[in-house]
């Protein structure tokens, strides 16, 4: 079993940066695909970033260009740094560990989430 642990929201201006970093619990971090997804308020979950095969990565038009997704399998770490952050992109965002393809179906992990707001 995996626990994820966000940290790093908070309040943030307009045009201002956040990084988020999400720590994994486990020896087999380096078997699953991670990703960051958020949920504004009132909206339904959505996806910012992901690994897909190996290091290559995929990110929601949305933030492309803005974001971007990183792991250290060293310190079963994955971070998502944001960049010329704007009002919309006030969520709560989500580290997910996705280790069905490598290690069977139950093996899918959400974080508690944590709070980012951009306002000025």
């Known amino acids: 079993q995996v626990q994820l642990a966000e940290s790093g929201g908070g309040l943030v201006q307009p045009g201002g940066s956040l990084r988020l970093s999400c720590a994994a619990s486990?020896?087999?971090?380096?078997?699953?695909?991670m990703a960051w997804y958020r949920q504004p308020p009132g909206r339904q979950r959505e996806l910012v970033a992901t690994?897909?095969?190996?290091?290559?990565?995929f990110y929601a038009n949305s933030v492309r260009g803005r974001f971007t997704i990183s792991r250290d399998n060293t310190k079963n770490a994955v971070y998502l740094q944001m960049n010329s952050l704007k009002p919309e992109d006030t969520a709560v965002y989500y580290c997910n560990a996705d280790g069905r393809i490598v290690l069977g179906p139950g093996y899918y992990y959400w974080g508690q989430g944590t709070q980012v707001t951009v306002s000025s």
């Open positions: 486990g020896s087999t971090f380096s078997a699953y695909i």
């Open positions: 690994f897909t095969s190996g290091d290559s990565t």
